[in-house]
């Protein structure tokens, strides 16, 4: 018999969307949050303009430019886990995150290695992870 933890864990979801953007992030978050629904409460943090409500199976939330308001969102929401899928989000931002909660994932696309998160995905052709991953799982 397996053991359940007392509380559900808590996956924040940080995308960006936007005219420039697209609404790409937006869309993987969604349908991530969605395949984890029956193991984990999910919540979705948005930094820009998008109708993504009613599509969302989630709470969402919408978040100014500065990386502070998604950490104050972090602690607030007390994420075990944070997955950003954003072009803006760099190594700064991910290194503070990761003294907010225990677990980042990032979806990359641009394979800008390394980065500094636990877990980084990234499903286009032709990149290779970094030679020296560190404590990353590519």
Known sequence: MAILPAERPRVVLR???GPRVGLGHVRRCLALSGALAEWADCHLLVHGEAEVGATARCPVSFVAAAWNESLIALRRLR???LV???YSVGAAELQAAGRVTPCVVVIDDAGHFPLPADVV???AFGHERPSDPGSTTY
Do not use: I, L, P
Request: hydrophobic share 50%; net charge negative.
């Open 121 to 123: 995905v990234n499903a």
């Open 84 to 86: 950003v899928d954003s």
């Open 15 to 17: 995308a960006d969307t």
């Open 79 to 81: 994420a075990s886990a």
